[in-house]
């Protein structure tokens, strides 16, 4: 058994030089160790799952672009207030909802989408600093039931 360097998890993998939590998520600010049991979350939330779009080493402002749209949701976005950014389970970001606005080819994520836009739509944000501590590196994998595969769940709407 080993101690990771960067979050002072023990893990038994001998040939890594870190935990998967740490191999798997790169973040700019440190990753805090997830904590045990669940994490209650208070406030209404989007959870958007990223996994298919994150990559090690993300930018700020790509990380933003990946979460914020293009997503196939009804109205019940708009009585969430924060979105958070999941990647395998580990909460990467908090973002304060400002409002949303039908998805369109003015975001850089967009340019890359090749899907049809009707129906979808992106929210216009920022990072929520207030609730960064409380939520960022935090372990949710609880939140979704295994073999669900929708990247957003709704929580406390």
């Known amino acids: 058994m ?8 023990n893990y038994i993998d001998d ?14 600010r440190p990753l805090r160790p997830p904590s045990s049991g669940k994490i209650e979350i208070d ?16 930018s700020a ?12 949701v009804g109205a019940k976005r708009d009585r969430v207030d924060f979105a958070f950014a999941v990647y395998a389970g580990i909460i990467c970001e908090v973002y304060e909802i400002n409002y949303w606005e039908p998805a369109t080819r003015y ?3 967009l340019q890359q989408w090749d899907g049809c836009l009707e129906g979808r ?10 609730l960064h501590e409380k939520y960022v590196g935090k372990d949710i994998s609880e939140y979704f039931s295994r073999g669900n595969a929708n990247p957003i769940m709704y929580v406390n709407v």
């Open 15 to 28: 040939d890594e030089d870190e935990c998967s939590i740490c191999k798997n998520v790169s973040l700019e």
């Open 2 to 9: 080993k101690k990771c360097p960067k979050c002072d998890l």
């Open 43 to 58: 406030e209404k939330v989007m959870l958007i799952r990223i996994n298919q779009t994150y990559s090690m080493g993300i």
């Open 61 to 72: 402002q790509a990380l933003y672009d990946v979460t914020r749209g293009v997503w196939k």
């Open 107 to 109: 975001s850089k994520f």
């Open 121 to 130: 739509w992106q929210f216009v944000g920022k990072p929520c600093e207030r």
